[in-house]
């Protein structure tokens, strides 16, 4: 009976210590993939997330899709016409320190 007690704890210990391996690799996975939010704009994430019939995750992935779009029109600069660079001669410069770029 004591071999079969022993069995059954070395059974138990395996089974814990797979289902402990499994746990944490998810949580490092999570962690990896998450962001922290100040609880007060969550709180008010969470209330406008709740009359939008949303979450707050899709609130804050729109938020930063719009913020991505917004950096990258600002990092796109449109071409500087002769006329505006007549106006003002700095843009000149600027041209020139973009090229650098």
């Not at 490092?28 to 969550?42: K, M, R």
């Not at 003002?88 to 600027?94: F, H, T």
Request: with cysteine.
């Amino acid at each position: 009976m004591n071999k079969y007690k022993r069995f059954i704890q070395n059974q138990y210990e395996k089974a814990k210590s797979t289902a402990s391996g499994f746990l944490s690799s998810k949580d490092e996975d999570e962690e990896e993939g998450s962001v922290e939010i100040n609880s007060q704009y969550y709180v008010e994430l969470k209330a406008i997330a709740d009359k939008q019939g949303t979450n707050v995750q899709a609130i804050v992935n729109e938020i930063i899709v719009q913020y991505m779009i917004s950096v990258k029109a600002q990092n796109e600069s449109s071409p500087i016409s002769v006329a505006q660079k007549e106006d003002n001669p700095l843009l000149y410069l600027d041209g020139i320190c973009k090229l650098k770029d």
